[in-house]
């Protein structure tokens, strides 16, 4: 299972008094949207990721 396929309910913070998780594009409780719950992995227009990965390298 990819992380990509775990999502979490859109309006969970709304109508649930936790997070739920699904595999589905629905969440299985309420019926709302579901959405990746995983953040992106980088900022492409991050302005220091260039010397961050530069000072990863080094070590």
Same mark, same amino acid.
């Given at each position: 299972?990819?992380k990509? #396929?775990i999502?979490?309910?859109?309006a969970?913070e709304r109508?649930?008094d936790?997070p739920?998780?699904?595999?589905?594009?629905r969440?299985?409780?309420?019926?709302?949207?579901?959405e990746?719950s995983?953040?992106?992995p980088?900022d492409?227009a #991050?302005?220091?990721g260039?010397? %961050?990965? %530069?000072? %990863? %390298?080094? #070590?």
């Amino acid at each position: 299972m990819a992380k990509s #396929d775990i999502r979490v309910c859109s309006a969970w913070e709304r109508e649930h008094d936790r997070p739920v998780y699904t595999l589905s594009g629905r969440c299985p409780i309420c019926g709302a949207a579901a959405e990746n719950s995983a953040p992106a992995p980088f900022d492409p227009a #991050d302005p220091y990721g260039e010397y %961050r990965r %530069r000072a %990863r %390298r080094r #070590d």
